[in-house]
Every structure is written in structure tokens, then in C-alpha cells.
């Protein structure tokens, strides 16, 4: 009994590891390759005479909607059954690999690795205070929703300090990722499952 009850402490661990390492690599990616969803947005809005914004300025107003978005399509990609047809074709390859497949998460990760940054981001969101807020009642910063989620333009001088960018790229972004990739996710699953022919076979009697 007590075995039964560390093996699933392990793996409730592991799956909650898993989720945060998904969140740090993501996070890594808004801060570091984020140029590289959306500077062909940014050439082809410059090109379709859409913006005259430098790539800089774009990058800074547009990157939430575009890392939402790129999450999204993300989440489209079956991963997992890629990753399950290149094993096998690994094995067939080289047949001294074969070994007993890995037992998979009865949830996948991908689908709750929103929740550790959403859960940072509330608190990030709540305890943020602008350099305008009042003595009386600084939680009432005014422009908290603005400064997280509004574009670049509609940010006022009070809500952009030193911590601006690390916020937009290490919280709110992140965050909207993973939610639009679990949405996707579900969506995909969804959409691809197969019904299951006996349960419809029942219903079918019922109804009958």
C-alpha cells in the first residue's frame, strides 16, 4: 500500500516537472526566438503596406497575438504520433533498441502546462503596482490589464518600467501560449478520435 502511494507521488511529480519544464522551455523561446515568428509577419505586413513600424517596435506591440497564435498551430501538430512513428522506425532499424515503450501520461502534460505560469502570472498580475498608483491604495494601479495584455501604443508612461518586457515575455506570453496549444490540443483530439463503434452500438439499441 505505502509502495502504491510513493509510485504515484513519483509520478505525479514527474508529470507536474514535465509541465514546468514545457513552461521554461517556452518562456526560452519568447525571450530568445521570438524574432523568428514574427519577423515574416512583420516583412509581410511591411511588403502588403499594412505597418510602417520598425521589426523592434512590431515585435514589441504584435508579440502576444502572434505567440497565441503560433501556440495554437502548435497544439495541431500530433507530436506524440510522431514521435511514436519515428521509434518504430528507429526499432526497425536497429533492432537492438527494442525495448519496452515508455508508459504514457494518463494526461499529457502539454494540456496543464499552462497552469504553473498562469498561476505565476496571477500573482505577478495582482502585486504589480504602477508608478502612478495611489498612496492610499496602491493595488488600484490604474492600466494593470493594459500594461499586461494592451499593444505598445496604449501603454502610458506609468506603466512601462525596467520590468516591462521581462513580463510580456516571461509571463503573459508564455501563458498565452500554452493555453491556445492545450486549446489546440483538445481541439485536435477532438476532431481525430475515433468513436468508439460499441458505445455507438448501444446507444443505438437504447434509442431503438
Known sequence: ???CYILTMLKAITWCAKCLFIYFLV?????RFSWIFTTPIWQLATRMQW???????YLLSYFLPIFAATGFLFGLVPFGKLGKALGVLFRSVVPSANQLPPEPDAVPPILWAWLPVTL????????WQSRNASVFDAHRSVGRVERFFGPLYGQAPGLLDAKWITDRFIFTGPMLFLIACAIAVLLRHRLTTPRNPRA???RGGESA
Open 120 to 127: 505565476a502570472f496571477l500573482i505577478r498580475f495582482v502585486t
Open 27 to 31: 518562456a526560452i523561446a519568447a525571450i
Open 200 to 202: 455507438e452500438a448501444e
Open 51 to 57: 505597418t510602417h513600424l520598425t521589426r523592434l517596435v
Open 1 to 3: 500500500m505505502r509502495l
